[in-house]
């Protein structure tokens, strides 16, 4: 079992669908990563919370949207998405937003749209 | 953009055998870390080797570092069929990580 939790598991919804991915973890970690995953790719950051705060985003279209209620949960936002949006979302987490340190994963959100 | 670019990207290999990839970057580092990814599943992390360090085990895993050549190793000994995997290196890039296109391993029982 891993120690970061996402739901749901699998996600499907059509173009005009809102929705939210949920990420959780109660390690006491300090920074949060949004993560974005094709088959047969890496996976390639989207966005990073330290200590609650929205500290990178990599150019992510605003049709993504995240929030970061408190230091164990993380949202993904989602809104008007297109087909090239289906992938798998991973969350992962980290005592803090410093690369020398390990990141913990979830097992992710595959979503698909429609 | 990749950091880090991995070699092969696939490979197959018989329970019991070593499987072994590498792993190249364009930039210094202070770290190198590798992780693997089961297949429907997040990623797990392996193992961390530091700048300073040449080598590293963990199990039946070792990494090497080579700073000069900017590159690295892991090597899979005694393989088993639970390693059917894919497998990461992850570079820093400031206080990001930067994932390598991954190599995937398949252990055939």
């Known amino acids: 079992d891993t120690e970061v939790t996402q739901t749901p598991k699998h996600l499907v919804m059509g173009m005009t669908n809102k929705k939210s991915l949920k990420c959780e973890q109660h390690m006491g970690h300090r920074a949060m990563y949004w993560y974005k995953q094709k088959a047969k790719k890496p996976p390639e950051l989207m966005f990073v919370?330290?200590?609650?705060?929205?500290?990178i985003n990599e150019s992510v279209p605003s049709r993504f949207s995240p929030e970061c209620p408190n230091s164990s949960l993380l949202n993904l936002h989602l809104h008007a998405l297109q087909p090239e949006d289906s992938a798998l979302y991973l969350c992962?987490?980290?005592?803090?937003?410093?690369?020398?340190?390990?990141?913990?994963f979830g097992d992710g959100t595959r979503l698909s749209i429609l | 953009s990749q950091q880090g670019e991995e070699d092969p990207q696939a490979l197959s290999i018989q329970e019991g055998e070593n499987a072994t990839m590498n792993c190249s970057y364009k930039t210094s580092i202070n770290n190198l870390q590798w992780y693997r990814q089961n297949s429907g599943r997040g990623l797990v992390h392996l193992i961390l080797i530091r700048s300073n360090e040449r080598e590293k085990h963990s199990g039946r895993l070792r990494v090497t570092l080579d700073t000069s050549k900017k590159s690295s190793s892991l090597l899979i000994t005694a393989s088993r069929a639970a390693d059917t995997a894919s497998y990461f290196c992850a570079t820093p890039a400031g206080n990001k990580l930067t994932f390598g296109g991954g190599t995937r391993v398949l252990v055939k029982p």
């Open positions: 919370y330290s200590y609650e705060k929205l500290s």
């Open positions: 992962a987490s980290s005592q803090e937003d410093r690369a020398v340190q390990p990141q913990h």
